[in-house]
């Protein structure tokens, strides 16, 4: 299809019909993506500030067949906020509806607009004595559209779920500038098909999200953390079934942590505390919300001991103040940014069924040595399934003479991940990145349905065109 530029002259189209507030300078952070890999034309930046705004942008795009992509904190790791080559793009950034519209303590309910930072939803939520749970690395950058455009997970999917189980009704403007009105608090609505669910993970390839109506949690009143090194990632699984035994759905977060996310820390950022040195091969960072009366302290004690007996763990630290967690947490949470200094040749954000990731673990390795002498950091969310699986350099060299083989590398590895019934997208989304991926592993009459889903849309083919279904 081909489409417009977001110049000048569309841009002159809109400045009687919109606030001058709305216009935004054209910054590189818009047209690029965090790591470099995937850029666009510099283009034409609007940031509506309610919805009858996005309505009108979205109605002269259509008119115009100017290719539009949702904006929101820019921190998605696919590229999907990154329109890539071709017409300059008009970039619809929510970053001026940041607004909280209404809290509702007693149902459990926070009504917020799409530009709304993460962090920001947060401490709105802890104002009302409440807890909003979907917690991200990026959280201090992220804004709710994004999250919810990507089905975004984060480190407590175990117990609270990814952004699809914490969303009550989404207000949405689609690409003819209808409005879709569904801002409902209601939990329980069997009115038909659920076009909410639709929208959340669709990418921005559907409609413009403007506003979410977000499940809220009581805050647990005795919260614990320890970090425990285990033997390995079977080890890893049993700690977790004991966990979940001994403390139901009091566990809030399971992380697997390898060493070598240990070691990058020490090479690129010593400053971070580490709990061990040297670094064991395996851990696990374990988040507990308890009732009240319940110790987190002596419930954590009482499970190393039970899975030292076992044979399951060999060392630990549990968190004796707020500060220690913090600081457990920390680490855990600058993983990511010490993977970044170090270069990676290849990130894979899949998951797998529980039972399979010691296997994945073992062939990925095998496999990994095979392609040649690459550093391995594999950590994430072992209470979900969903792992981080990163290829990285030897120390001392450059990812760049490796570049040119990452796309063998991604299809081995996901390869790997399809044949033990995982998929190779997690919770990042699918974006530009992984586009043939899609193709290559995704069922013919999902893909087939996905596609008809599109053109019911957006039948136009303006909304983030070539994210998540090729072209």
């Known amino acids: 299809m081909t489409y417009a530029p977001a110049d000048t002259a569309f841009a002159d189209s809109l400045r009687d019909r919109l606030s001058p507030k709305a216009f935004r300078a054209a910054e590189p952070r818009y047209f690029e993506e965090p790591r470099g890999r995937w850029s666009s034309p510099a283009g034409l930046v609007l940031a509506p500030g309610d919805v009858e705004e996005v309505r009108t942008i979205l109605m002269a795009a259509n008119a115009a067949k100017v290719r539009v992509l949702p904006y929101g904190g820019g921190t998605g790791l696919v590229g999907g906020q990154v329109a890539g080559p071709g017409a300059a793009p008009l970039i619809l950034s929510m970053e001026r509806m940041n607004r909280i519209r209404a809290t509702y303590p007693e149902e459990n309910v926070i009504v917020a607009e799409a530009g709304v930072i993460l962090q920001d939803l947060q401490e709105a939520a802890l104002a009302a004595d409440r807890l909003f749970p979907m917690s991200l690395a ?3 950058t992220a804004r709710i559209g994004g999250t919810l455009g990507t089905n975004a997970g ?6 609270y779920g990814n952004m699809r189980d914490l969303c009550l009704g989404l207000e949405a403007v689609l690409p003819d500038g209808r409005v879709l009105n569904g801002l409902t608090r209601l939990r329980k609505d069997n009115t038909g098909y659920d076009l909410r669910n639709l929208l959340i993970g669709s990418e921005g390839t559907l409609a413009v999200t403007t506003a979410a109506a977000l499940k809220l949690a009581p805050i647990p009143a005795e919260q614990g953390t320890a970090m425990l090194v285990v033997e390995s990632p079977e080890a890893a699984l049993s700690l ?23 070691e990058f820390l020490a090479e690129t950022m010593p400053q971070v505390k580490r709990p061990f040195s040297p670094a064991p091969k395996w851990m696990v960072l374990i988040d507990v919300g308890l009732a009240s009366g319940t110790d987190p302290e002596e419930a954590l004690t009482a499970l190393f001991e039970e899975a030292a007996e076992a044979g399951l763990v060999s060392d630990g630290v549990i968190a004796q103040s707020e500060g220690q967690r913090a600081e457990l947490w920390d680490t855990r949470e600058t993983i990511p940014l010490a993977n970044r200094e170090i270069g990676g040749v290849c990130s894979h954000d899949v998951s797998l069924p529980l039972s399979a990731i010691p296997e994945f673990i073992r062939r990925g390795e095998q496999l990994v040595a095979g392609l040649g002498p690459f550093r391995i950091n594999c950590f994430g969310h072992l209470g979900d399934g969903n792992l ?3 290829l990285f ?9 490796y570049l040119p083989r990452s796309e063998e590398i991604y299809a081995a590895v996901h390869d790997l991940v ?5 998929s190779f997208s997690a919770e990042h989304g699918v974006g530009r990145l992984k586009v043939a991926e899609l193709e290559r592993y995704g069922d013919p ?3 087939e349905l996905m596609r008809g889903i599109k053109r019911l849309f957006d039948p136009q083919g303006i909304m983030n065109p070539g994210a998540v279904l090729a072209g």
Do not use: C, Q
């Open 138 to 140: 990026a959280k201090g």
């Open 154 to 159: 984060g480190v407590n999917v175990l117990r």
């Open 240 to 262: 977790l079934s004991m966990a979940r035994g001994r403390l139901g759905d009091g566990v809030s977060a399971f992380e697997l942590i390898d060493g070598t996310g240990f």
């Open 388 to 390: 981080h699986y990163n």
């Open 393 to 401: 350099p030897p120390k001392g060299e450059s990812k760049d003479a």
């Open 418 to 422: 399809v044949s033990l019934g995982g």
């Open 445 to 447: 009459v999902r893909l």
